[in-house]
């Protein structure tokens, strides 16, 4: 009996400890989250107190004038748009098929390690090491030169481990009874996972391609050496034009433009449409998620 209380007494002392270690660092994740949301909240702030005078219609619809100091942003918007969403229609259909042979059919072993191991090293390679990279192999190698297509092919390396990564973590997610249901009932490998796998996994993969999304919108580094040049006030026609875009836009504007205390309201106003345009494309793919998942409901 003695044994039994004091086995009971040690245990719940054992119980109270985790509790309270558990309330702790739950304390710090709050913290944490908050900190960060107030952060983005003060930059969001900021840009908006600094950036809305500088929206107008002709800020959104006319190409810069007078050495970039007037005019406005429209080459930059649709360059901007033709480079982000360039880069996920390269990038998602590739990064979805790795992600499918790596999960469905790869072999376990050392080899496959090193080959997600690899993916996942270049997730945290700086942006810039594309953009060399870009420039070495598309522009000059290909001969592409500084157009679209090449800005589109380097943003698509760039988001690709992300693509890859998330994709192969929504498949890993999906009950393997999903797959011996559908193979018990005389469906093939591929049918499995064209018609029951993928269909389970698309919120996760939709995620993968939003983070992608917001990723290759908002790059500097990449589109600097392969697609982005200066000034241009015409609207590209091919995939082989030069294009402006907004990050490259701001950086000229901030550090190399003819007058840059005379182009401050618009250095913000051009954030701040950046962050809207990222922010509109990633609630449409939000949006379509979410009914992705009702359907799935």
């Keep these: 009996m003695e044994e039994n209380k004091t086995f009971g007494l040690s245990s719940g002392k054992v119980l109270g400890r985790r509790k309270r270690v558990q309330r702790f660092l739950f304390m710090l994740f709050r913290m944490a989250a908050i900190i960060n949301c107030i952060a983005l909240l003060l ?11 500088a929206i107008t219609w002709e800020f959104l619809t006319q190409a810069p004038l007078e050495s970039m100091t007037k005019g406005g942003i429209l080459p930059c918007i649709v360059g901007t748009l033709c480079l982000g969403i360039g880069a996920i229609v390269v ?23 090193l080959i997600r191991l690899g993916i996942s090293n270049l997730a945290g390679v700086p942006s810039v090491v594309f ?8 522009v000059i190698w290909m001969k592409m030169g500084e157009s679209i297509l090449a800005g589109v092919l380097t943003l698509a390396a760039l988001t690709l481990p992300v693509i890859i990564g998330s994709t192969e973590e929504a498949l890993k997610s999906v009950s393997n009874t999903y797959r011996e249901a559908s193979l018990a009932l005389g469906a093939t490998r591929w049918q499995t ?8 996994a698309l919120p996760g993969i939709l995620t993968g391609a939003i983070l992608g999304l917001s990723r290759a919108a908002g790059e500097t580094a990449p589109i600097m050496f392969t697609a982005a040049v200066f000034y241009t006030p015409d609207l590209p026609s091919s995939p082989f034009d030069k294009i402006m875009a907004l990050p490259y ?43 992705l998942r009702k359907r799935m409901k």
């Design 43 to 53: 930059v969001v702030f900021f840009i908006i107190l600094k950036g809305w005078k």
């Design 91 to 113: 990038a998602l259909p590739i990064g979805v098929a790795s992600a499918v042979y790596l999960n469905e059919y790869a072999r376990p072993g050392k080899t496959l390690r």
């Design 131 to 138: 953009g060399l990279f870009g420039l070495a192999f598309f």
């Design 193 to 200: 996972i064209y018609r029951v796998v993928i269909p389970a």
């Design 249 to 291: 836009h701001i950086y000229v504007l901030a550090t190399a433009g003819t007058n840059i205390e005379a182009t401050r309201p618009l250095q913000y106003g051009t954030a701040l449409v950046l962050i809207a345009l990222v922010l509109g494309m990633n609630l449409a793919a939000i949006v379509w998620r979410a009914r």
